[in-house]
């Protein structure tokens, strides 16, 4: 990219781009529920001069508008640019038809969701954002951006909402480890509570530790916790055995319900069967609590319209 002033936004003094998602017109609410460990590839934006100068590398950011009813406005996501934007198509997701048919050109990206969002509020009230584009013009330009100080102070606020939490205890002062042979200064700018945890992982991988509870887990790029074996999928949700797990499910449900694991071609524990009154599914591991979740409540609506066809019948 060269050193050239475009308009209000010049490579010298872009810090970030920031794409705007409308929960009215894409249902990016729905998706951060349902699928959080999916990042978003691509969105569209207008084609102009900032997409233009888009390129790969640079820092992005996903904010999310809206009255706060269905999801709460401010910063949700977080990544990097893949690519220069390309032309496409909308998806069938798209809940104003008419937006759709007007959404021909996507920025291309790495986007992974937050562990919990950098509010709107937030930002308003931090002197540090007192001039960022999309709280003085919400209906501006997408993409906007922010300048290099901001995207600084942002990235600082970021950091901060996903550091997440303890899965077992609640504790908000955990440790993100990295493992691995890292080259001198690998950690340098990054917050106190990422440290290294040696070159070698004993028994299972794991990113994060709790020293409050001594608990260690694996989390995705969101932040959220990822089971590996039915051992650790009932310690983060709370159960001390199998059959506890199943107590639980059974008061979400209301009906019988049945986990074990499931060995592979090597004898080795490699999925979970899941039954939940006369429908079923087989989870390979490993997979996040809001996976398992979304999988539960999935075949509970299954269940529930059979019963309602045998009724009808």
């Not at 798209?94 to 996507?106: C, E, K, P, Q, V």
């Not at 055995?241 to 979400?252: C, K, M, N, R, V």
């Not at 591991?285 to 509970?300: G, Q, Y």
Request: hydrophobic share 40%; aromatic share 8%.
């Amino acid at each position: 990219m060269t050193d050239q002033t475009v308009g209000l936004v010049s490579a010298a003094s872009l810090g970030a781009w920031l794409l705007k998602a409308n929960p009215t017109i894409y249902p990016i609410a729905e998706w951060i529920q349902d699928r959080p460990d999916e990042p978003v590839t691509s969105w569209s934006v207008q084609r102009n001069y900032r997409s233009a100068m888009m390129e790969a590398g640079q820092p992005v950011y996903l904010w999310i508008s809206g009255d706060g009813r269905d999801i709460e406005p401010g910063v949700w996501g977080y990544g990097v640019v893949t690519g220069p934007c390309e032309v496409g198509t909308a998806d069938s997701r798209w809940l104003d038809r008419d937006a759709a048919s007007g959404a021909g050109y996507y920025a291309m990206t790495e986007i992974n969701f937050l562990a919990s969002p950098v509010s709107r509020s937030a930002l308003n009230s931090d002197p540090r954002f007192a001039d960022l584009e999309v709280l003085k013009v919400p209906a501006g330009s997408n993409p906007s951006f922010l300048t290099i100080d901001q995207a600084r102070a942002l990235r600082e606020l970021a950091q901060a909402a996903d550091r997440g939490t303890c899965p077992r205890c609640r504790n908000g002062e955990i440790l993100h480890v990295v493992f691995g042979m890292l080259p001198p200064g690998s950690l340098d700018g990054e917050p106190p509570w990422v440290t290294e945890g040696g070159c070698v992982i004993m028994g299972l991988p794991t990113n994060r530790h709790c020293p409050a509870c001594g608990l260690d887990w694996l989390a995705t790029s969101g932040g959220r916790p990822q089971a590996r074996t039915l051992h650790e999928l009932r310690t983060l949700l709370g159960c001390d055995s199998t059959a506890g797990l199943e107590d639980l499910l059974w008061d979400h449900c209301d009906v019988d319900v049945h986990v074990e694991d499931v060995p592979d071609d090597h004898d080795e524990v490699g999925a979970l069967s899941l039954r939940i009154g006369t429908r079923g599914v087989t989870l390979e591991f490993p997979f996040s609590v809001t996976e398992f979740i979304v999988t539960v409540d999935e075949l509970l609506a299954e269940v529930l319209d059979d019963w309602d066809e045998e009724l009808r019948g």
